[in-house]
């Protein structure tokens, strides 16, 4: 925390807020590919068929926004519906704006890696996305300079370091090219979108490297978070002001002239 009550510089009130909008935007969006895979699985995978991702067709290369959404199997969406629903919430639970944003430099560069690098196939599958959101997740809290970012993040690269074996070329029925953009996507996202100015280099990296270092009379001014406000002068800074008559405070001479001040004399 940077602040009594703050979590990297926000009340924990928006943190659970932009938390619970995250969850909902991943049960939103995990409901809608499974909608899509009912569908899909009862036309026998037409869907699919007709707007996966086809390398080098000009008249296929808006589909990569909608090869995401589909699959060719019910083993294909299951396997990717518990780390899509991992990743993609640890990627917004900071905020939905910049997770649509991310979002999209990721399908981006997946789509756009298979549609121009990929043999003759036909791609689906969210997998580029789930690939995405686990480079975001391991990378912007080193971008951030979030302390809490960058232990999630190694968490998580330490726990599911096993998906890189698939991002690799040789893996039988597996778009690694479509995984490893998507990586490179995340990648990618993690630096253009990560926080600049005082607010990243004050923010919960610094309660690793210099916790206590910053005092009381550092405070949130008008300006950027952790600008500095110049307090008045303390008696021990700036001498005792002298009250009327040119009196220390507290001299018996200053009573004196309060009594008569009283008087009205």
């Known amino acids: 925390m940077s602040e009594e009550g703050s979590w990297d510089g926000r009340s924990a009130e928006a943190v659970l807020y932009e938390a619970r909008k995250a969850l909902y935007v991943m049960v939103g969006f ?7 895979q ?3 699985s009862a036309l026998d995978y ?3 068929n007709h707007f996966g991702i086809v390398p080098r067709s000009v008249g296929h290369l808006g589909d990569i926004f909608s090869a995401p959404f589909l699959h060719y199997s019910w ?4 396997s990717n519906s518990g780390p899509l629903f991992v990743f993609g919430f640890l990627a917004a639970y900071r905020g939905v704006r910049k997770f649509l944003m991310v979002t999209l430099v990721i399908v981006c560069s997946s789509g756009l890696m298979v549609w121009f690098a990929q043999g003759n196939s036909n791609t689906v599958g969210a997998s580029g996305l789930v690939y995405g959101y686990f480079s975001y997740v391991v990378v912007k809290g080193l971008f ?8 999630i993040g190694c968490v998580m690269a330490l726990s599911y370091a096993y998906l890189l074996t698939a991002a690799l070329p040789g893996v039988p029925h597996v778009s690694w090219l479509g995984h490893l953009g998507g990586a490179i996507g995340g990648v990618l996202a993690g630096w253009l979108l990560r926080e600049r100015g005082a607010a990243a280099a004050g923010s919960g990296f610094g309660l690793g490297l210099g916790l206590g270092a910053r005092e009381d009379r550092e405070v949130t001014g008008p300006g950027r978070l952790g600008d500095t406000a110049i307090l008045p002068p ?32």
Request: charge should be neutral; avoid cysteine; glycine fraction near 10%.
């Open 30 to 36: 995990i409901a809608l590919i499974w909608a899509a």
């Open 38 to 40: 009912v569908v899909n």
């Open 46 to 48: 037409r869907l699919s």
């Open 75 to 78: 083993q294909h969406i299951e």
């Open 144 to 151: 951030d300079r979030h302390l809490v970012d960058v232990l």
């Open 234 to 265: 303390t008696p021990s800074e700036g001498g005792r002001k002298k009250s009327k008559g040119g009196s220390l405070p507290g001299s018996p001479r200053s009573d004196l002239l309060k009594e008569l001040d009283d008087l009205g004399l």
